[in-house]
């Protein structure tokens, strides 16, 4: 049986993305994504419970995510959970997760959004392709020939 590695989120941007270009000329972008969800506790008060994800775009994506995503946007991004260990200065083994977008929408509101709201993004790279409608702009990373699966 085969499985399935799938997250969809729709949240803010807690900052502008930070973006690296590597020496192979990849670029890849890393943001956190805020998600809120409210409900009632035990004694009816209302809470609001907010779940911060550290998402990773690399090439097209990430170039797209550095032109034109800012903090507090609205996005929607679809991709799957990814979970490495690293050393860290102290030569402690730590593990991060994070989500590898594989699409990324950029929807209206948000304070970051007159960047998109406004057309800019239709500028976008070839590895990107944008939607129809004028403010919701999506994003797709292109498959690389090495990830192929046959």
């Not at 509101?109 to 590895?127: I, L, M, S, V, Y």
């Amino acid at each position: 049986m085969s499985s399935v590695n799938k997250v969809i989120l729709v949240g803010n941007l807690g900052g502008d993305p930070e973006v690296r270009h590597l020496e192979s000329g990849s670029a890849v972008a890393q943001f956190r994504l805020a998600t809120n969800e409210t409900y009632k506790d035990k004694s009816g008060n209302r809470v609001e419970r907010t779940e911060w994800h550290n998402i990773v775009a690399w090439r097209g994506l990430a170039e797209v995510a550095e032109k034109y995503m800012r903090k507090g946007q609205s996005v929607y991004v679809e991709g799957k959970i990814r979970t490495r260990q690293y050393q860290d200065k102290d030569n402690q083994t730590r593990y991060v997760t994070e989500i590898v977008a594989d699409e990324i929408t950029m929807l209206g509101g948000g304070r970051g959004a007159e960047g998109a709201a406004n057309g800019q993004a239709q500028a976008a790279p070839a590895a990107a392709q944008p939607a129809a409608t004028p403010e919701q702009k999506t994003f797709r990373q292109q498959p690389e020939m090495d990830e192929l699966p046959f």
